[in-house]
């Protein structure tokens, strides 16, 4: 195995950065979405509504979790690049196959996010062919 140097933790440094960049859009949406659906099940207390509500609050639940695994992946990236830097080389290797072990954690709560929200989009598309 070759020595692990400052630029590969680097590398995934970035890309955790982009992910949770998008994390943090979808939940921005969520909470909108949020404040909308109240509005309408203030309005109608509908059946569809309250499923995608059930629907809803799973997402965000995903997301939140997906959210504290990326960023304590980007956490354990930071840890491994001081690790490197003061010379432990030894103990940065297992550290950064941790932070990527989380990182492969919330990509995989991420793919269980949007199967949910695929569901979430076929109720209301089965409302409207109702």
Known sequence: MNELTLTTP????????????????????????????????????????????????????????????GISSLFFCVITMFLIYIGLHALSVYVFGFAILLLIASLGLSIWEIQISVKALEIHLQDMEN
Do not use: G
């Open 10 to 69: 680097t590398l995934l440094f970035s890309a955790v950065s982009l992910i949770l960049l998008a994390y943090t859009n979808r939940f921005l949406s969520y909470a909108q979405l949020v404040r909308t659906l109240k509005e309408q099940y203030v309005k109608e207390h509908s059946e569809v509504t309250a499923a995608q509500i059930a629907n809803l609050r799973k997402r965000l639940y995903l997301t939140r979790n997906m959210q504290v695994l």
